[in-house]
Each structure stands twice: as C-alpha cells, then as structure tokens.
C-alpha cells in the first residue's frame, strides 16, 4: 500500500494500481499427504514491489545455482566473484549510468586477457543509495534535507575460469589476473580517469543455520540479489517527497533494461537449463521445482482472498479438485 501510494504521486497511476492489487488471491494446492503450496497467485511482476522482488530473487538463485552446478560438472570450473563499481551520480544521470556500466561490461569482457582466462560469465546490475544526509533546522526543530550522496550501481559478477587458473602455472603465463589487472581492465572498459572500485572474492561454501551451502549456490545468492532494495523508498525515515523521487529515479532508470545476462559457458548451461530468462519469467508462483505439483494426482484446493477490511487473507474456498487423469478417463469411456 505504501508502493501504490508513492506511484501514485510519481505519476504512474497504472503501475499503481497494479501494486495495490498485487497478490490479493492466493490458491494453494495440498496433494493427498503432501504439504499445502502455492498454485495461483495474481503477482503485480513490477520491479519495484517488495512482495514480487522478494519472490523473483529466490526463483533467480535457485535456476543461477543450477546454471553454475552444470557448468562445474562439465568444465571442473571455478568460480570468481566479483563487484565492479563506478562513480555515485544523481537521480537524473542513473539511467545513463546503468547504460555505461552495461557497455563497460561488453568492453571489458572482449579485453584479450579477459576473453583468453575467462571462460564464462553472469553479471548483474544493482544500485543502492547513498545515505542522504538530514539535519535539524533549529528554529522548527524539523530534519531537513542537507545533501544527497546520490545513487551507487554497479555490477555484481561471476566468472567461470578453467580448473588450473589459480595454479603456479597459470600465474607465471599471465592467464592470472590479480587485483590491478582487473582495476586496470575496469577503469579501460568503464573509459574513467580515477581508479574504479574491483573487489574480487572465490565463491566458497558458506554456513548458515547449521547447514553448507554449496560453493555455487552461496555465489548464486550473492550474484542474483534483486536488483533494488525495497527498504531504500519504503522506509518511514525518509521524507515523503524525497521516496516519490527515489521511485521515480528507480522506475525511469530500470525501464525495459536489460539487468541480468549471460556468456560462453554460463550461457550454454542457461539455454540448456530453460534458465537464461531471469527477468522475463513471468511465474513468479512456482519458485522452484519443489513448487511444482503435477496435476495428475488428487489435489485439495484452498483459496484465500485479501481483505482490506480486515487486513489479512481470508479463507475463501476448499474443494477437492476432480483429477485430470479421472477426466481424460470419464471422457473416453
Ligand atoms: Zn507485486
């Protein structure tokens, strides 16, 4: 509701009306002795809302960890994490900035060092905020807005590099690259004068909650976070005006880009996978294949509506739902 309220006062009425009606049904199918999940839902898709950003970015690590999972098993490949930032600017020039880090992108991974070492690639654009910085007017006692540290993209990326790529070998013939090749390649690609921030990590497992994550699935996840926050506009600290703008800085910059791609052996696993349509996707209800309940078995069907009134989801309706298998059979017989 606080997303339909500041679309409505950035100006976009429709996308507003698309968030206020976003996930206001839910379907949820239980098989026989299984566990209830999630069969229909009416999503809004829009980048900017935090029910489906939150939905989208747990279904792009799941497919991005199968993605890296065949590329292991078929090149023994490593993986390299890395982040590759550029210069804040300011509301006006973020959309030609997510323009120039793509194209450094493309740049960078054509350099021959580059393209000779590294095998493949997933790269993806994120943007942060700044902190804006408020200070008490003395006189009214009120925060008022003293500088705006403007917006931060930058590129969360994956390289798939061959087995012997950190090998005593590999270092001594310069198929290597250290950190200032990599700055060096990044401030070339991204055509600056100052020395751009490359922080590089090897993805490895990662604990959490008792259980290992493996080395792919723990880069997948920091690689395939939503582009966005939600938190950096919908956040009750910060004045009304100044989130109606971040909305309106984030839905002109984002508009029809392209966030997340692929290349060389990521890319081939992506196409093989059904994988390489991370944004596009429209199924935001099945997040993984865990979701999927096949339709041939016998299903209990429960619906819960949204009420505003009361402020919560409401048990609409529960059916036992006819098998297909039983139809197709009534039908014929
Ligand atoms: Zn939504």
């Not at 999972?69 to 490593?78: L, T």
């Not at 600017?89 to 880090?101: F, P």
């Not at 993984?288 to 016998?298: E, L, P, Y």
Request: net charge neutral; with cysteine.
């Amino acid at each position: 509701m606080k997303l339909y309220e500041l679309y409505e006062k950035a100006g976009y009425p429709e996308y507003a009306a698309r968030t206020r009606d976003c996930a206001t049904f839910l379907e949820f199918a239980t098989p026989e002795g299984g566990e209830r999940k999630l069969r229909t839902a009416n999503f809004c898709k829009l980048r900017l809302c935090p029910m489906c950003i939150g939905r989208r970015a747990r279904q792009n690590v799941w497919k991005l960890s199968r993605v890296l999972d065949m590329v292991e098993a078929e090149h023994g490949a490593k993986f390299i994490f890395l982040t590759l930032t550029m210069q804040n600017v300011d509301g006006e020039h973020l959309s030609a900035a997510l323009e120039q880090l793509t194209k450094a992108w493309d740049r960078f991974a054509r350099q021959r060092p580059v393209a000779r070492s590294v095998k493949g690639w997933f790269r993806s654009i994120e943007i942060t905020r700044g902190d804006d910085r408020y200070h008490k007017d003395r006189k009214t006692g009120r925060m008022v807005f003293k500088a705006d540290n403007g917006y931060h993209p930058h590129l969360h990326v994956i390289l798939a590099v061959e087995p012997d790529y950190f090998s005593r070998e590999s270092r001594k013939s310069g198929k290597y690259l250290n950190q200032s090749d990599l700055v060096e390649r990044w401030r070339k690609a991204l055509r600056v004068d100052y020395a751009p921030s490359v922080q590089i990590e090897t993805a490895k497992a990662k604990r959490k909650g008792g259980g290992v994550d493996s080395a792919s699935l723990a880069a997948a996840k920091e690689a395939a976070k939503y582009p966005i926050k939600d938190e950096e506009y919908i956040d009750p600290d910060l004045p009304e005006d100044r989130a109606v703008e971040i909305v309106r800085d984030y839905t002109e910059a984002l508009r029809k880009r392209r966030l997340m791609a692929f290349g060389g052996w990521l890319k081939d696993a992506a196409r093989a996978l059904d994988a390489d349509n991370l944004e596009d996707d429209g199924d935001l209800v099945h997040v993984s294949d865990d979701d999927v309940i096949r339709d041939d078995v016998k299903l209990l069907i429960e619906r819960f509506d949204w009420h505003f009134g009361a402020g919560d989801y409401i048990l609409a309706s529960r059916e036992i739902s006819v098998p297909l298998k039983d139809m197709r059979k009534e039908k014929t017989e």
